[in-house]
């Protein structure tokens, strides 16, 4: 294998690339769009497309796509090619300015939650220069936005870049007060862990659960799980290592910084993480990772299953959304400094972080939310629904002294003031990682632990930057009217750790008895998506993203009723191929084993055995009454199912599916696992969880 440095990037046209093949004028046009989110005309346009055109067709690509990412959850793009036909009947390879910067496609079958009818298919994608274009598969991929000919977002990537914009405004107005004159830009930099399980192909192509819900449906937990925890961190299966050796140079010639990976929890599980990128190429690159995740996957023979929960009994998959935000000097502001100045700058940002997660939980809460993610939040492997924040005892104190204006650290009896005295150095392992903490703090970042594993992770980086450019905003205008800085600012830390630090909790987020406590706070418990989803509507939410121009209320709207249509649909796909698989193989294949049973058992009694207390009897009773439940179950849900499908309004029948349709489905799967349990494996119609969490040798 070439040295790594050899190859990094190859296919990205990137800095470097531009530096070398456009001219000097233009290459500093392209910086200043990059660096300090400065428009680019369309004669620069022209120049950057046309050397990109040629670096393309030399690494033989040709065609270009408009790369985005619809409300789909996924990506999507359109292929043209570069030929442009001649009188002569040849042709030339083109690429003007105007296809680089915009392309026209049809919005009509994307969802866009009623914001645009179907005869409305117009729409338009937006190059994103702050994100580079690169090649995949022979061809030119150019990352975009997404939106409708009227200008409302389509996409994932539009709010991200408008909040992106707007944390970069407030914080800037807030650094000039400490004056950081140096600074031009500001940006909300991203690390999003990856994770994922692999299975064989073979066994994933027998379970129409896997094929069709990305989950199994069914399935009895084998005599071993992950109990021995002897699979995380464990040795890497060549075959698995040749899988992720093949990701890591693909994923390094794209440019994505894949720097760790390592055995999960539970049996067949991985993770992999990146080095930490702002915020839009972050999530850019977590989209090209879970893509050649699961095409490199199969071609080791491999199904990589991203879905949150695939498997009951064992952990489901996440992804940790390290967000931190950054100067254009190179400055972490979540990173505590050695002067009193730099520590006030930091606990300034702290706090903002601090009021945004405690005013916008239901936010938070919302940002990860899906039909999928439900299964694993606060099942002993991911945070629970109620938000809180980790900060470590040590931080916690200091904040504590703050609000309470006592001692801590400093001459005895004398009080800590902010701005004025330096406060105990903060080394990222202070405290121990708090893994059931929704939202922690590890040294110089937030770990937003909620995120499940084939998410974007657009959205929660939306609500974040939007979130805290508020708590910035507010913060700004107070301290700009202050007549003492110093004074205000001790005084508007000391507020704001008073007023929101019910929102901090280092303890255990699982115990019961943090239930009861975060109820008492007052904290919010949105347990389900159908809980969570219409609080994206309160006044204070609506009024949030209109005042960061992130949202209009009607784009609000479109959102919701997308994630609702989404949550239901899920369910009804999953409900309908449960039955579809109890009715067609389950229930017939149990059928058979009971047959056989009770015809030995007439057997041994033709041959004068007494086989009434025999293997074969008992199991033959056994597997009667299961079958007569698992029917009875599986009549309620078709009923259910067919029930879910009448109710016209999106809310109510999110609310339907979560109290009606998956009771029905636990029960029938609780019944056809039992009798699994007591079936002979020749008999049971498809893969059990031993060979799928074990099968990959």
């Known amino acids: 294998m070439p040295n790594v440095t050899e190859f990094f990037g190859t296919n990205v046209f990137n800095e470097s690339v531009m530096k070398e093949r456009l001219p000097a004028e233009t290459f500093e046009l392209v910086q200043r769009a990059i660096h300090n989110n400065k428009r680019l005309d369309l004669a620069t346009a022209a120049i950057v497309a046309n050397a990109m055109k040629d670096w393309a067709i030399e690494k033989g690509a040709t065609h270009y796509t408009h790369w ?44 866009s939650g009623g914001l ?66 140096d600074v031009t830009a500001v940006k909300t930099t991203v690390g999003p862990e990856q994770e994922y399980f692999l299975i064989d192909k073979d066994v994933y192509l027998a ?30 299966k060549s075959r698995v290592k040749a899988f992720m050796t093949e990701v890591d140079t693909e994923l390094w010639k794209l440019g994505v910084t894949s720097k760790t990976e390592h055995n999960e929890a539970a049996p067949a599980q991985h993770e992999l993480a990146p080095v930490f990128a702002t915020a839009n190429i972050a999530v850019d690159h977590n989209q090209i990772t879970m893509e050649l ?4 996957a199969k071609k080791h023979d491999l199904i990589c299953l991203l ?81 809180s924040m980790f900060l470590g005892d040590e931080l916690s104190e200091i904040l504590e002294a703050i609000k309470k204006d006592e001692p801590y650290g400093v001459k005895e009896k004398e009080t800590l003031k902010v701005g004025v005295h330096v406060l105990p150095k903060f080394p990222k392992d202070t405290t121990d990682r708090n893994r059931t903490a929704p939202l922690a703090f590890t040294g110089n970042k937030f770990e937003f632990r909620m995120l499940g594993s084939s998410d974007s992770v657009s959205e929660p980086n939306v609500v974040l930057n939007t979130a805290v450019a508020e708590s910035l905003r507010l913060f700004a205008d107070e301290l700009e009217a202050a007549e003492d ?71 609000l709207k479109s959102r919701l009723e997308i994630l609702l249509e989404n949550y239901c649909h899920i369910l009804n796909i999953e409900a309908k191929t449960m039955a579809d698989m109890a009715r067609k193989d389950i229930l017939p294949a149990v059928s058979r084993y009971i047959v056989d049973l009770a015809e030995a058992v007439s057997v041994g009694n033709v041959i004068g055995e007494d086989l009434r207390d025999s293997f074969e009897a008992v199991t033959a009773k ?6 007569a439940t698992a029917f009875g179950e599986l009549t309620l849900l078709e009923k259910a199912t067919a029930k879910a499908k009448e109710i016209e309004a999106s809310a109510e029948r999110a609310v339907y599916y979560k109290n009606s349709v998956i009771p029905v489905m636990e029960a029938l799967r609780k019944t056809v696992d039992t009798m699994e349990t007591l079936t002979c494996e ?13 099968g990959v040798m």
């Open 68 to 111: 985005f990412q619809p409300m789909t959850g996924v990506t999507a793009e359109k292929h043209d090619s570069f030929i442009c036909p001649k009188k002569d009947g040849n042709i030339i390879m083109d690429f003007s300015g105007k296809e680089l910067v915009q392309g026209e496609t049809d919005a009509s079958s994307f969802p």
């Open 116 to 181: 645009r009818a179907t005869f409305e298919a117009r729409g338009y994608t937006a190059w994103d220069p702050t994100s580079f274009a690169f090649l995949k598969e022979g061809v030119l991929c150019i990352p975009t936005a997404f939106c409708s000919y009227s200008g409302e977002a389509l996409d994932k990537k539009t709010p991200l870049l408008r909040s992106m914009e707007a944390i970069n405004k407030q914080a800037l107005r807030v650094l000039k007060l400490f004056g950081n004159e």
């Open 207 to 236: 379970r129409k659960d896997l094929v069709y819900t990305g989950r199994t449906l069914f399935g009895a937990m084998p005599p071993k799980g992950q109990e021995l925890d002897d699979h995380y961190f464990g040795t890497i």
């Open 293 to 296: 995740l699961q095409r490199i």
């Open 307 to 387: 879905h949150e929960k695939p498997f009951e009994g064992v952990n489901g998959s996440g992804k940790h959304d390290n967000w931190s935000i950054s100067t254009s000097t190179g400055v972490n502001l979540l990173n505590p400094g050695e002067t009193p100045y730099e520590n006030a700058q930091f606990l300034l940002f702290l706090c903002a972080v601090i009021k945004a997660a405690d005013e916008y939980q239901d936010l938070l809460r919302i940002s990860i939310a899906s039909a999928a993610n439900d299964h694993r939040l606060g099942a002993l492997e991911a945070p629970p629904a109620i938000v």
């Open 485 to 555: 800085f110093n004074t205000a600012l001790h005084d508007l830390i000391r507020k704001t750790v008073e007023k929101h630090d019910r929102i901090i909790f280092n303890g255990n987020c699982y115990d019961e008895a943090w239930v009861k406590e975060a109820a008492a706070r007052g904290l919010s418990n949105l347990e389900t998506t159908p809980d969570a989803l219409p609080h994206l509507l309160d006044k204070k939410n609506v009024e949030l993203f209109a005042t960061h121009k992130i949202y209009t209320e009607n784009e």
């Open 622 to 627: 056994e597997l009667t009454a299961l079958k």
């Open 682 to 694: 020749d008999y049971w119609p498809m893969p059990n969880y031993g060979e799928l969490l074990f």
